[in-house]
């Protein structure tokens, strides 16, 4: 198979605010503008890009897909994520494995997984 992932696009009224918001929370930096209609973030070398696509009417509810994070300061990444605009929507915890579900500051949600 030769598919690799190579761009996710997230819908919203506001691509530029958005992205700088991912940029600065995944140490990524902007690497194309578009007029603001279509903002591209670059994270760390071979990652996927992230874009951040204006639209009309972003779809309502919660999204279908999202991104799972991982760290090995799961806790002092939730609390620096929440600082910077992220809503915290719930604490997750299996065996082994626990996570965090956060909302970006247009209400994607994300998890953060890693130690405590």
Do not use: Y
């Not at 140490?27 to 503008?33: A, K, L, P």
């Not at 002092?76 to 929440?82: G, N």
């Not at 604490?91 to 209400?107: I, R, Y």
């Amino acid at each position: 198979m030769s598919l690799t992932v190579g761009m996710i696009t997230v819908d919203t009224l506001a691509p530029m605010p958005l992205a700088t918001w991912w940029a600065d929370a995944l140490g990524g930096r902007i690497v194309q503008e578009n007029d603001g209609f279509f903002v591209v973030v670059a994270l760390a070398e071979g990652a996927p890009l992230l874009a951040f696509q204006q639209v009309d009417d972003p779809t309502p509810g919660k999204n279908r897909i999202h991104l799972d994070l991982t760290t090995d300061e799961r806790e002092a990444e939730v609390e620096r994520l929440i600082a910077a605009g992220a809503t915290k929507i719930a604490d997750h915890e299996m065996p082994d494995f626990a996570w965090v579900t956060l909302a970006d500051p247009d209400g994607n949600q994300f998890c953060v997984a890693g130690q405590h």
